[in-house]
């Protein structure tokens, strides 16, 4: 087998000096024009047979996709790729507005993106994919995901349905049914449990530690005795719990054992931390950074888990705990991994977490170039020990199965409809009798008719032997929204009153719901004079909206409503994309309306209305664009300012001061925006 040179280059600019077996397996069958599925443990290298399908497929001169999870992986997957640049190979991502146009990625050899900005493309612009050849579908487990795997399990499907001749490279840690996968997907599987670094598995139970066979190999004080231990001779441990407060107070109670790991360097690198615009909010995790600790969770901003994650690979910091919903988006090898919570509340009770999740999590043990060994603990009552061993050490994996349905299919139908791809019930039966859901026996054709009818009723589609979407129907599908928030949204258009606006958006199956504790239910129902019926957990993002819009600082709504930042940024990014498509929407029946157009900008941009001229020039935020308005300036009066007096306020420095200026004036020039006047003389 002779490799091409890029992929040569890549390899030795990365150290390898050899491929592992199902390395090179699996690149004999993609030579041989073979999908393939490739099932090995975590930190085993499969993408690097990605890469080679890449190259092979470039070298043919044709395109590749790759799909994956989460748009940080997305980054990561376009920084390695960028290597392959150097040789002229042009290479993208695309995580943006899902009705942006993409024609752009025509020009492209590789795109890297997430599944639903794939389905969006293959709805809105399929033409964007003409000359695709191969496909890689990283994680393809992540079917199993409760939220976002039935828009991949549709993606591989539209993709078989859509193509002929496109080569598939499936990836996945080990999973129980992957011959069934493999036969779904029409691919040839390799298997394999080897593992670069050896994992060894322990079960922590009160004062003992226990191997894999049930032998008690060491004597402990307690587990936050032991932690410490692991650090020993430039180890790293990621701890696993399961909450995000746990995280944080974990992190502070092991912090003051973990300093004295630290070198010259690493207090170096830590002690230079800058708290930036955001101090309040980063001042606690600050602080345990420097102690050389760090916790990981959802509740974070997404800069403050690039940081952490940055200084753990940096070596910088010794210690990470992160919750075990997080684990599947984390790529950080550590020496050490303990999972110090089995249990995870459900929002009913509180149930073991699923084997192939704690696999996933010891999976992470055993750095490449620096550990010969991981260990892996998994801590437990001495209650529990049995349980432990027979489900997380000697069970089954669970299978993949698919989590298409009843509410899910809806949106896929009329997405299938509106882009022409089926254009009547036998070609939808025949593009779902390709899902993995159709191959494990749902009941496809009834929820294939109960979407039909939902959408015939509520005006979306039309026609009964040949079906077509209408217009409000088609953007609804455009605009990659469940159908039942476009119904919503439609119902809205006529709506004056902001607070029942920011509640119908709130309401929408895409916006989740904020936990909201019995104690503070009616607090919430009373402070929203919105009449629109509600559960006390969407009342609750609507309030969040409406002190967000009001330019209420994050500290202060983070205090107020009890929940994290980024719950906050996750429900403006939501909320920003439902309130461009409520204006969107008026427009299909002729009441496009200014007013929603300004209001989707406050929702974006969490500012009054008076300020929003002002935010339009670079570098002004809600924050900086108050203190100009409270110092007298609007966009005019800062486009003819003296620099001198802008950095007398507090936040403007003296190139900001005069960029800001310089910015105004030609922001001026233009005019009107939204409608709006961009001065207020």
């Not at 690198?269 to 602080?287: A, F, I």
């Not at 696999?359 to 603990?377: F, V, W």
């Amino acid at each position: 087998m002779e490799y091409f040179d890029e992929f040569l280059s890549f390899l030795k600019e990365d150290g390898i000096e050899k491929l592992y077996n199902h390395q090179k397996e699996s690149i004999r069958l993609l030579d041989e024009g073979k999908s393939v599925i490739l099932s090995t443990p975590t930190s085993s290298g499969k993408s690097l047979v990605a890469y080679y399908g890449i190259i092979r497929a470039w070298k043919k001169g044709m395109k590749s996709l790759y799909s994956v999870p989460l748009r940080a992986l997305a980054e990561e997957k376009w920084n390695e790729l960028r290597f392959f640049s150097r040789y002229g190979m042009k290479i993208m991502i695309s995580t943006g507005d899902y009705d942006e146009t993409s024609t752009y990625l025509k020009n492209y050899d590789v795109v890297i993106s997430t599944s639903e900005k794939i389905d969006s493309i293959l709805r809105n612009n399929p033409q964007v994919f003409e000359g695709l050849g191969f496909v890689v579908f990283d994680e393809i487990h992540n079917i199993m995901d409760e939220t976002r795997g039935h828009t991949l399990e549709i993606v591989i499907t539209k993709m078989r349905y859509m193509f002929e001749n496109i080569q598939f490279l499936a990836m996945s840690a080990t999973v129980n049914n992957i011959s069934e996968i493999s036969e779904w997907l029409n691919s040839l599987s390799v298997i394999s449990n080897f593992r670069p670094v050896p994992l060894s598995k322990f079960i922590i139970a009160g004062e003992y530690v226990y191997d894999e066979n049930g032998r008690k190999v060491d004597e402990i004080e307690s587990l936050e005795k032991f932690i410490p231990q692991t650090l020993e001779d430039g180890g790293q441990t990621l701890i696993f719990v399961n909450s995000r407060k746990a995280t944080e107070k974990f992190a502070e109670k092991i912090s003051s054992d973990v300093n004295r790991y630290l070198s010259d360097e690493d207090r170096r690198v830590l002690s230079e931390l800058d708290l930036g615009d955001e101090g309040s909010l980063n001042h606690k995790l600050y602080s345990l950074l420097r102690k050389g600790v760090g916790y990981h969770h959802a509740g974070m901003l997404s800069e403050q888990r690039r940081l952490v994650e940055k200084f753990f690979r940096e070596g910088h910091l010794k210690l990470v705990v992160a919750t075990t919903t997080l684990a599947a988006g984390m790529n950080l090898p550590a020496r050490s991994v303990i999972i110090k919570d089995i249990f995870r509340y459900n929002g009913f009770s509180s149930d073991m977490i699923p084997n192939f999740e704690i696999q996933q999590m010891l999976g992470r043990a055993g750095r490449i170039k620096y550990d010969r060994l991981g260990n892996g603990y998994i801590y437990s009552s001495k209650t529990r020990i049995r349980d432990v061993f027979n489900y997380y050490i000697n069970g089954e994996l669970e299978n993949i199965e698919s989590k298409i349905d009843e509410g899910k299919l809806r949106m896929h139908v009329l997405g299938l409809i509106s882009s022409n791809l089926c254009r009547d019930k036998e070609s939808l039966k025949n593009f779902f009798n390709l899902t993995l859901a159709s191959k494990q026996g749902k009941d496809l054709d009834s929820w294939i008719d109960e979407a039909l009818d939902f959408l015939n009723r509520n005006e979306m589609i039309k026609g009964n032997e040949r079906l077509r979407a209408t217009p409000f129907g088609k953007r609804v599908s455009e605009l990659y929204i469940d159908p039942v928030s476009g119904v919503i949204l439609r119902k809205l258009i006529d709506e004056a009153d902001i607070d029942n606006i920011l509640l119908g958006i709130s309401i929408t199956p895409d916006m989740p719901q904020m936990y909201v504790g019995e104690n503070d239910a009616e607090v919430f129902r009373n402070l929203l004079s919105a009449n629109i019926n509600a559960d006390e957990g969407q009342i609750k993002v609507a309030l969040v909206l409406r002190d967000w819009i009001n330019e209420v600082p994050e500290d202060s709504i983070v205090e107020r409503y009890n929940i994290w930042p980024a719950d906050i940024r996750n429900r403006v990014e939501i909320a920003d994309w439902l309130s461009h498509s409520l204006y969107e929407i008026s427009k299909v029946f002729g009441k496009a309306r200014t007013d929603l157009r300004i209001l989707n900008y406050r929702i974006s941009n969490g500012v009054r209305e008076d300020i929003i001229p002002l935010t339009f020039v670079p570098n002004v935020g809600r924050v900086r664009a108050r203190r100009l308005m409270i110092n007298g300036y609007d966009l005019s009066k800062l486009a003819n300012a003296n620099p001198a007096d802008i950095q007398k306020i507090a936040g403007f420095g003296e190139k900001i001061s005069e960029n800001i200026i310089r910015d105004a004036r030609k922001i001026l020039d233009k005019g009107v925006t939204f409608g709006l006047s961009t001065s207020s003389n």
